[in-house]
């Protein structure tokens, strides 16, 4: 009887602190909604919504009502901010006191997690400077040359498809084939020929580190919310064969080219010359960063690229005028396709940018409160120490209040006098502030070098496989369509 009695007081206790755990926002008298003791407010991104979605009606729902609203990450209260004007004191004024992203970072039993976006503090700030030389405008450029030939490789594997199929191809798969091959290149020197050879391992393998995780959401939860005791348990978020692969091509690679002494001028020539600098990096962290990079250069634009041509396909009027730009600059250019030609694609950048509003890449950037912080002119609004913090680009950049017909594909939202008019805190696509994407250059490279050789060679059209409107994929943080998308594709002669 005792113990019954114990085990129905020990439910009580636990009953009574949950429920006011998760009363913490109606005890500050700060919107919510009312949340999933186990999953928080993410539980219709489980069953009826897309994880974009949720976000989408959330901001939706709450954008009026004061600086940031509550929200719950399972079990954690976590800040959800409306206001422009905190975005810009979160991520540029006050960075200092919000400068770590909320993701897990296991380095010592998980060295693939020791990459630059997940770092904190020191680690990330020091890591920060040492990359930093590596992205200017010089560095760039120097990387054309190296992805001349996929390039070429990826029209003439068009071309060739479009025979095979009359036109109608699969977008997604084959700006992943071309991506993977330019940052293969790119980061590890290798010639991957995923355009030739869809399933190589290069590309599976990127497609697992990006998709897959150990234990699945339950892992992902873990980590998120108790990361400390994740630590002390040891838990991986890599799953084994991906942190072989990439751990062991990244050994091969340094240790050829270092005996042979081979350079290209690309990622892992930099990687190299600062593992061998004062205060050098370990093997570990090069493949880190070098981790990083390939899967920021393979997702990100393979994923601007797909959606960019999905606009186009059912803007005729866009893409005509974009091809027009093109061929013109290229005509002043004799045909040769370098880093100031790019320069000249002022109406592709539009494009390229609206885009990223439209299907940012991070739909909501993570940002951690280091210090209480207490918002100027909103008394009851305060953030404490520890506290996760949302900011849903996604949903701000489809905002009528800052663009007009948001959800209209207009590359004039970024036209010159538009970009003077808004308020810049509002394009929050590479990110803003310090902690901004440090390879946001490169990303534009490679989407403008994308764009021009296909709009030079092909028009783009929808066809009966297109899906309109897109629906995105439940249960996933990134904005994947349901089913992939389809285009007609037709040679220029």
């Given at each position: ?148 030939k996929p390039a070429t490789e990826f029209v003439q594997v068009l ?335």
């Amino acid at each position: 009887m005792t113990w019954i009695l114990l085990t129905v007081l020990i439910l009580l206790l636990a009953f009574h602190y949950l429920r006011r755990h998760f009363q913490y926002w109606q005890s500050c008298a700060i919107p919510s909604d009312v949340p999933n003791w186990i999953f928080g407010n993410f539980g219709s991104a489980l069953t009826s919504k897309s994880l974009c979605q949720l976000f989408a009606d959330y901001y939706e729902k709450y954008k009026l009502q004061g600086p940031f609203v509550g929200f719950y990450c399972f079990s954690q209260p976590t800040i959800f901010v409306v206001d422009p004007e905190l975005i810009r004191r979160i991520l540029i004024t006050d960075f200092s006191k919000f400068n770590n992203h909320m993701m897990y970072c296991n380095e010592k039993d998980d060295p693939l997690t020791g990459q630059l976006f997940n770092l904190t503090g020191d680690r990330w700030r020091t890591m920060r400077q040492k990359l930093t030389p590596n992205f200017t405008s010089g560095k760039i450029k120097a990387m054309i040359p190296i992805i001349r030939k996929p390039a070429t490789e990826f029209v003439q594997v068009l071309e060739e498809e479009i025979l095979k199929t009359n036109g109608i191809l699969n977008i997604p798969d084959f700006m992943n084939r071309f991506t993977s091959d330019i940052t293969g290149s790119c980061s590890f020197g290798l010639e991957i020929n995923s355009l030739r050879q869809s399933e190589c391992e290069f590309r599976n393998m990127c497609h697992k580190a990006l998709g897959q995780h150990r234990y699945g959401l339950l892992g992902y939860f873990v980590r998120l919310c108790f990361p400390k005791l994740s630590h002390r348990l040891h838990i991986k978020e890599t799953l084994p064969e991906v942190e072989r692969f990439f751990i062991d091509l990244v050994k091969d690679t340094v240790a050829y080219r270092e005996n042979n002494s081979v350079r290209r001028n690309d990622f892992m020539d930099m990687l190299i010359d600062l593992k061998n600098g004062a205060d050098g990096l370990s093997l570990k962290e090069v493949a880190a960063q070098a981790f990083l990079f390939m899967l920021a250069g393979y997702e990100s634009t393979s994923s601007t690229l797909t959606y960019a041509l999905y606009e186009l396909a059912q803007n005729q009027e866009v893409q005509e005028k974009a091809r027009h730009e093109v061929m013109e600059v290229l005509r002043r250019h004799n045909g040769s396709l370098g880093y100031e030609c790019l320069r000249e694609l002022v109406y592709l950048e539009q494009i390229m940018q609206e885009t990223l509003r439209l299907y940012p890449i991070g739909y909501v950037l993570t940002r951690q409160a280091l210090e209480d912080y207490r918002i100027p002119d909103y008394p009851q609004h305060f953030i404490k120490k520890g506290m996760p913090i949302f900011i849903p680009a996604g949903a701000i950049h489809r905002d009528e209040r800052y663009f007009p017909q948001p959800t209209i594909f207009n590359p004039d939202n970024f036209n010159m006098e538009n970009l003077k008019s808004r308020n810049s805190i509002l394009n929050l696509s590479f990110g803003q502030g310090p902690r901004n994407c440090i390879g946001l250059r490169f990303a534009k490279m490679q989407t403008l070098i994308g764009l021009s050789l296909l709009l030079r060679k092909f028009k783009f059209s929808i066809c009966n496989l297109t899906p309109i409107p897109l629906v995105y994929k439940k249960r996933n943080f990134m904005n994947y369509p349901e089913k992939s998308i389809y285009l007609k594709v037709e040679k220029i002669e």
